[in-house]
């Protein structure tokens, strides 16, 4: 299972970190991933650490987000900086055992979902 945390209140330009925790598999041998879906409209994919190998990002979240791990501790993080307000959505962080390069960005790669953390930027 998957937990996500980490979500709240923020101004712009102000920061955030997100944590997702599993429990069971360890999340060094997943691609895990963080979506998030903005009100009103479909989930997007934001980031991911794909095979526990390296860093992929949404082309418009580069230079801003950084997604990390900690294998000790089971969590991957997502680190929110110069927040927008058009960053505000519900963040939910996946994994996937059978993820590839090609459908990294896919919601239908992953198999485990966490409950979603809100974060809401304010202008």
């Known amino acids: 299972q998957l937990q996500a945390s980490g979500g709240g209140l923020v101004q712009a330009w102000g920061s955030l970190r997100l944590s997702c925790v599993a429990s069971g598999r360890p999340l060094s041998t997943l691609t895990v991933a963080w979506f998030r879906q903005a009100p009103g409209k479909e989930r997007d994919f934001a980031a991911s650490f794909f095979r526990g190998q390296y860093a992929v990002y949404a082309e418009s979240l580069k230079g801003r987000f950084t997604v990390s791990r900690d294998n000790a501790k089971n969590t991957v993080y997502l680190q929110m900086n110069s927040l927008r307000p058009e960053d505000t959505a519900v963040y939910y962080c996946?994994?996937?055992?059978?993820?590839?390069?090609?459908?990294?960005?896919?919601?239908?790669?992953?198999?485990?979902w966490g409950q979603g953390t809100l974060v809401t930027v304010s202008s």
């Open positions: 996946a994994a996937g055992s059978s993820v590839i390069r090609s459908n990294i960005a896919s919601q239908s790669a992953y198999g485990q």
